[in-house]
């Protein structure tokens, strides 16, 4: 059994302005730095034996500024975003007004959610084998945690990317 505490990464200059970043590696924002370190502050009494982040800067600043080096941090690619393709970069409404049909046709240029999610069972799988027995916390994206909804709690993907995401303070998976 393997505990995973998510938590998506704090705010961007991109979120700031509603715009979808993708891959793009856009920088945290003076307000999601100030996440961040709060990150740190809620979580301060929690152990993990590992935060794993996505290489977006994004993902792997924010757990930087919330840990230090109190636990190791290992960025991952898989963790990463949807590749929005040609809609990177783009505004964010144009990406929730696509999401739905995304599901199995890839963005142009880019891929799919059921394309991305498929790399997040690789990591699961991998969470499984080398971390049983253990609590993690995991720093991505909503397509970071559309793959746990789908591995972890054996959700629809359709059901899942229609759904409305709103923020909240993290969101625990138990894998085994």
């Known amino acids: 059994m393997v505990t995973i505490i998510f938590e998506s990464h704090a705010t961007t200059y991109d979120n700031e302005k509603k715009i979808a970043s993708g891959h793009y590696d856009v920088e945290l924002s003076k307000t999601g730095q100030a996440q961040a370190k709060a990150l740190g502050a809620r979580r301060a009494g929690e152990h993990f034996d590992a935060v ?17 080096d109190k636990f190791p941090v290992m960025k991952d690619a898989r963790l990463r975003e949807c590749d ?7 505004p964010s409404a144009e990406i929730e007004a696509e999401r739905s049909s995304r599901i199995h046709e890839p963005f142009p240029g880019g891929e799919s959610y059921e394309e991305r999610t498929a790399l997040l069972k690789e990591f699961i799988d ?5 971390y049983d027995g253990k609590r993690v916390l995991v720093i991505g994206h909503r397509a970071t945690q559309y793959g746990l909804e789908r591995w972890v709690n054996k959700r629809d993907l359709g059901d899942i990317v229609s759904e409305p995401w709103q923020w909240q303070p993290g969101w625990e998976y138990v894998l085994g």
């Open 84 to 90: 929005y393709g040609e809609y990177e970069h783009r």
């Open 52 to 68: 794993f982040c996505s290489d977006l800067q994004r993902s792997y600043k924010t757990a930087e500024l919330a840990f230090g």
């Open 126 to 130: 991998d969470l499984a084998k080398n």
